[in-house]
């Protein structure tokens, strides 16, 4: 199969976490001919979610639509897919990796998401998470993202502006080059 024959599918799915969920969502694309090129996955709460990113030729793909309705009756899921394409990643972008941590609060991942795209910064991936401090049980907030920063942008100008933020919200950051 050629490049220009490939075409692509996103399957997000939602449902009760479960020991098995990957090997069976994983063996469904496999059977319908397809390739899984990327995935996220994550329990969150009791809900097992998934992103995969699926590709195959036109066969496959017509396959693939069918195992959202397949996980919906029997492992009780709820799926979207939608046809999309593989899209290369732009090249004038500086790959960063951002982490921001303090207590938490309603707002911090909006407050950092507002600079980041008045800047014209993507954020390419984020995870979030509340932990527990181990003796006071204080809850501690986590943001972990990696970013396409344009090569345009002053970095300093971006540093000083997280600071400042994370300075008034008692956060701590850290901004680095990522690969």
Same mark, same amino acid.
């Given at each position: 199969m050629g490049q220009e024959d490939r075409r692509y599918v996103v399957l997000t799915a939602v449902g009760p976490d479960r020991p098995g969920l990957v090997n069976e969502m994983s063996t469904l694309v496999r059977e319908a001919g397809a390739n899984l090129e990327? @995935?996220?996955m994550a329990v969150l709460g009791g809900e097992f979610a998934i992103i995969l990113l699926i590709a195959g030729d036109g066969d #496959?793909? +017509?396959r693939v639509k069918q195992i959202g309705a397949q996980l919906e009756t029997d @492992? !009780?899921?709820r799926c979207i =897919? !939608?046809?999309t394409t593989r899209v290369a990643a732009p090249m004038d972008y500086l790959p960063y990796e951002i982490e921001v941590s303090g207590a938490d609060r309603p707002g911090i991942v909006q407050a950092i998401a507002a600079i980041l795209a008045s800047r014209g910064v993507n954020v390419a991936s984020? +995870? @979030?998470r509340v932990t527990y401090a181990a003796e006071s049980g204080t809850p501690l907030f986590v943001l972990e993202a990696k970013l396409h920063v344009p090569s345009k942008i002053v970095l300093s100008e971006l540093r @000083?502006? =997280?600071a400042a933020?994370? +300075?008034e919200e008692n956060l701590d950051f850290t901004l +680095? #080059?990522?690969a």
């Open positions: 990327d @995935s996220r #496959a793909i +017509e @492992s !009780k899921m =897919l !939608k046809e984020l +995870e @979030s @000083s502006q =997280l933020t994370c +300075e +680095e #080059a990522g």
